[in-house]
């Protein structure tokens, strides 16, 4: 198993890429904390991993509050152990309209939960992997990144800011022996 012994964090791990992911990584061996702000979705997911004889915790937040980052990090610390992997998957696509319809209220809160979350989230395990000169945080990112699709403006600018975050946190942590990468994917919509 190539994950044995390890802990990762998912956030998004109630359904769809995250849940696929922390499902993985339990298979693998890894124990997973698996955080979003619906507890239904992450009851059944950890409830899966279980039966299959995976190891799983789950914490209900939003990752665009400071706090409930903290502790989502505090959670997986105290659960399962000192955090080696960190996957930024939270995601609101957000509003479907063309940019001059978009509320600053919308705008932002689109961007706090890709852009913001990921930051929040990053600051808080890399002192401890740094310590351990060890650990990998994984960003999923879009190919709406790189492409322009239509009423999507604000979802784009998160994670286009997303792969900027990416690039100079891997510049940064490299020295440190923690890998930092993104994945684009694409939304089926």
């Known amino acids: 198993m190539l994950l044995e012994g390890k802990v990762a964090v998912i956030t998004g791990g109630g359904r769809g890429i995250g849940r696929a992911i922390a499902q993985r990584f339990a298979a693998e061996g890894a124990g997973v904390l698996i955080a979003s702000r619906t507890e239904a979705e992450l009851r059944k997911v950890a409830r899966e991993i279980e039966e299959g004889r995976g190891k799983a915790a789950w914490v209900t937040a939003d990752v665009s509050r400071e706090a409930d980052c903290a502790r989502i990090i505090s ?25 001059e319809e978009i ?3 919308e705008w932002d ?3 706090a939960v890709h852009l913001r979350g990921a930051f929040l989230l990053t600051r808080l395990v890399l002192p401890g992997m740094y310590q351990h000169h060890s650990g990998a945080i994984v960003n999923i990112s879009s190919l709406s990144a ?3 699709f ?18 100079v946190t891997a510049a940064e942590a490299a020295r440190r022996g923690v890998r930092v990468n993104a994945i684009g994917c694409s939304l089926r919509r």
Not at 154 to 167: E, I, M, P, S
């Open 75 to 99: 959670a997986a610390e105290d659960r399962l152990g000192a955090v080696n992997i960190l996957v930024n998957n939270a995601g609101d696509y957000g509003p479907v309209k063309p940019i």
């Open 103 to 105: 509320s600053p209220q």
């Open 109 to 111: 809160h689109v961007i």
């Open 146 to 148: 790189k492409a322009a």
């Open 150 to 167: 239509s009423w999507s403006s604000a979802y784009a600018a998160a994670k286009a800011g997303l792969l900027g975050l990416t690039r």
